[in-house]
Nanobody, 116 residues
C-alpha cells in the first residue's frame, strides 16, 4: 500500500491544521495507523495512532489538542491539530502497520510550520 499525506502548511500559533493520510488501497487490515513527527537532529516521535476499531492513542503532551480519526470507507486517517504551538513545527509522517506480515508502511511526510 502507498500512503499519501497532505494538509501540512504554515500557521500562526493558536491556529489549526488538519492532516490527512490516504492509502492507495483498503486500510481495513492495517492497525494501528497513525502519525509520527520529526524535527532536524531529533528522533522521530509518535504523535498519535488509531486502531482498526478506532481506539486512539496520543503522546501525553498532545492529547488535549490533537484528535485522530479514521475512515475505513475512504481509506483515510486524519489528524486534527488545534491550538498549535511553535514546538509543533516538524515534518509529520503517516504510517500503517500490517500485522499479518509485520510490515510498516510510511507516507512521504508533510511539513507543519507554526510561527509565534
Amino acid at each position: 500500500v502507498q500512503l499519501q499525506a497532505s494538509g501540512g502548511g504554515s500557521v500562526q500559533a493558536g491556529g489549526s491544521l488538519r492532516l490527512s493520510c490516504t492509502a492507495s488501497g483498503s486500510i481495513f487490515g492495517f492497525s494501528p495507523m497513525g502519525w509520527y513527527r520529526q524535527t532536524p537532529g531529533k528522533q522521530r516521535e509518535l504523535v498519535s495512532s488509531i486502531t482498526n476499531d478506532h481506539r486512539a492513542n496520543y503522546a501525553e503532551s498532545l492529547r488535549d489538542r490533537f484528535i485522530i480519526s479514521r475512515d475505513n470507507a475512504k481509506n483515510t486517517i486524519n489528524l486534527q491539530m488545534n491550538s498549535l504551538k511553535p514546538e509543533d513545527t516538524a515534518v509529520y509522517y503517516c504510517y500503517a502497520f500490517f500485522a499479518p506480515s509485520g510490515a510498516d508502511y510510511w507516507g512521504q511526510g508533510t511539513q507543519v510550520t507554526v510561527s509565534s
